[in-house]
Each structure stands twice: as C-alpha cells, then as structure tokens.
C-alpha cells in the first residue's frame, strides 16, 4: 500500500474512498529498515511492516537523480528523504526476504552493492541496527566510536550524518551473560555517546536476543500470538515475550532466546538518566 508513493488522481476520488486512505496513512506503521553487521560485512534489508514482506525501498542511480532534488529531499511533496550508506553494502532480493544474509534462504541471491541509497521516512519508518561486535558498528566506524568526542559529522542541521534525524531506533541486544562483547558496560557507553545527539529522537526500542534457530520460529509464529500484542510501531512488549514462549521442556526444544530481561532494563535505565524525558525507552522483543 505504501508504493506508488504518488497518486495524482487522488482529488478526483469520492470523499469516501479519500478519508479511508487517509485513515490508513494516518495508522500507518513504517517500513522497518535492517542494518546488520555480521562477520561477512554489512546487510541491509527493509519490512514493511504491514504486511509483513519485503519493501523496495533501494534507489537506482537513476531515480536518485531523476526524482530527489539537491538537498537529498524528494522532488513532488512526499515525506521521504534520500539516505546513503557508505562503503560495501549486501542487500536481498524480493525472492530472498530476511532481515540478514545470515537468516536468508538463499544467500547467493544478495548482491554487493557500493554506496546503496535508500528511501527512508523518518516520520514513520524505524531504523533496526544490529552489530556483531557494537550497536552502531552498521553505521560508524568502531575506531570513531572509541573516542566519543569524535562524531564530527554527527551535528544536527548542518548537513550533517542522516542519522541524526532518525525518530524511532531499534537497538538488538546481545544474549544476557554470554560474556560477548558488547557488554552491558559498553553498550551503554556507546549509547550515551550517540543518542543525546540525536535532537529528533522520539523512541527508543532496545530488541532482546532470539534464538534465530528457536523451534517455536518468531512470536508471530506462535499460536498465542495476537496482533493487538504488538506495540505502535509492530514490536512485542517484553513482558509478553516472556510469558507467552512457549516452554523448552520437551525435548529437542531448547532454545537460546533470552528471557531475562534484567541486564535489558539496567540500559533502559541508564538510558532515561541521559535522555530528555520526551523520548520514549522501550525493552522489546522483535515478532518479525
Ligand atoms: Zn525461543
């Protein structure tokens, strides 16, 4: 429903039909956008949250410059803005949907692509990262990290990183006690470092660990599962996850999903202490 993204007919319509597609656009969830970093490099792949399949949300050369204008904002009034990812980027292919090469079927399918543009709505859309070794090692380089007073392109309206315009931002977590960096220590290091440069964030959802081989497949999955569960932007509150999955005690049913959530809330409330009290901390889980 969200592509075409124009639709020049639209005051032609009865009164009817235009408020119904208002009323969607207005209850309209996003597109989830997934920046992974793992050992074979940086991935990236977009849900529509929706309905629940992949989006194309990657710009060809052309259309980056036939419909954006100068300042990276798209050319015929619409919300999205124009966001490049610099560097070495695998993206999927329609028939391959997964958020990662790593959970793909058919990792053969995902090309390499330099310098990937995408098409991103910050009012609506959430920006999901996940890193093998930082949370934000998708979109900086770890060694600027380090030094948290390096970030210079992380200032707000001068030009500055696209991140810092981002509203709602997802953060996976790594499993509780498996001694993996990063710890609990340094995760929220890094987030004190980066998330009170961001002046436009609304919500932060910080996204326990699952067990990509759980037997019982992602909450949607299950046979508990409701919609009505899902919080405003389609995540599953954690109290949820925890009481509704299902229990490992049959055998060949052990799973690693992390269904202790301590070390989740001991950032949530690190994060509160750093953070205007207009953004939103939330400990998830992801049913997708
Ligand atoms: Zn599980």
Same mark, same amino acid.
């Given at each position: 429903?969200?592509?075409?993204?124009?639709?020049?007919?639209?005051?032609?319509?009865?009164?009817?039909?235009?408020?119904?597609?208002? !009323?969607?656009?207005?209850?309209?969830?996003?597109?989830?956008?997934?920046?992974?970093?793992?050992?074979?490099? =940086?991935?990236?792949?977009?849900?529509?949250?929706?309905?629940?399949?992949?989006?194309?949300?990657?710009?060809?050369?052309?259309?980056?410059?036939?419909?954006?204008?100068? @300042?990276? =904002?798209?050319?015929?009034?619409?919300?999205?803005?124009?966001?490049?990812?610099? @560097?070495?980027?695998?993206?999927?292919?329609?028939?391959?949907?997964?958020?990662?090469?790593?959970?793909?079927?058919?990792?053969?399918?995902?090309?390499?692509?330099?310098?990937?543009?995408?098409?991103?709505?910050?009012?609506?859309?959430?920006?999901?990262?996940?890193?093998?070794?930082?949370?934000?090692?998708?979109?900086?380089?770890?060694?600027?990290?380090?030094?948290?007073?390096?970030?210079?392109?992380?200032?707000? @309206?001068?030009?500055?990183?696209?991140?810092?315009?981002?509203?709602?931002?997802?953060?996976?977590?790594?499993?509780?006690? !498996?001694?993996?960096?990063?710890?609990? @220590?340094?995760?929220?290091?890094?987030?004190?470092?980066?998330?009170?440069?961001?002046?436009?964030?609304?919500?932060?959802?910080?996204?326990?660990?699952?067990?990509?081989?759980?037997?019982?497949?992602?909450? =949607?999955?299950?046979?508990?599962?409701?919609?009505?569960?899902?919080?405003?932007?389609?995540?599953?509150?954690?109290?949820?996850?925890?009481? =509704?999955?299902?229990?490992?005690?049959?055998?060949?049913?052990?799973?690693?999903?992390?269904?202790?959530?301590?070390?989740?809330?001991?950032?949530?409330?690190?994060?509160?202490?750093?953070?205007?009290?207009?953004?939103?901390?939330?400990?998830?889980?992801?049913?997708?």
């Amino acid at each position: 429903m969200r592509t075409p993204r124009t639709f020049h007919l639209f005051p032609r319509l009865p009164p009817e039909l235009r408020a119904l597609i208002w !009323t969607f656009h207005k209850n309209s969830r996003g597109i989830r956008h997934h920046l992974v970093e793992s050992e074979h490099g =940086r991935h990236y792949a977009a849900i529509d949250i929706e309905v629940d399949t992949y989006a194309r949300t990657i710009l060809t050369e052309a259309k980056t410059h036939a419909h954006w204008d100068g @300042g990276g =904002r798209p050319k015929g009034l619409e919300g999205d803005a124009k966001v490049r990812f610099v @560097g070495d980027n695998y993206v999927s292919e329609v028939e391959d949907f997964a958020k990662s090469v790593v959970t793909a079927r058919h990792p053969q399918l995902w090309r390499r692509k330099i310098s990937l543009y995408v098409r991103f709505n910050y009012k609506w859309d959430v920006l999901f990262l996940a890193g093998r070794t930082s949370c934000f090692s998708p979109l900086f380089s770890l060694s600027l990290m380090r030094v948290a007073g390096r970030l210079p392109d992380l200032v707000a @309206g001068t030009g500055g990183h696209w991140f810092v315009n981002v509203q709602h931002l997802a953060l996976q977590l790594q499993r509780t006690g !498996t001694g993996s960096t990063p710890g609990t @220590g340094t995760m929220a290091g890094e987030l004190d470092a980066v998330l009170p440069r961001m002046p436009m964030l609304k919500d932060v959802f910080l996204v326990v660990y699952r067990d990509p081989m759980c037997h019982w497949g992602p909450p =949607r999955r299950w046979t508990v599962f409701k919609r009505a569960m899902l919080d405003g932007q389609n995540f599953l509150p954690v109290a949820e996850f925890i009481a =509704r999955h299902p229990d490992g005690d049959r055998v060949g049913t052990f799973c690693e999903c992390d269904l202790d959530d301590g070390e989740a809330k001991g950032i949530k409330s690190s994060l509160q202490r750093s953070l205007p009290a207009s953004v939103s901390v939330t400990v998830v889980a992801d049913p997708y």
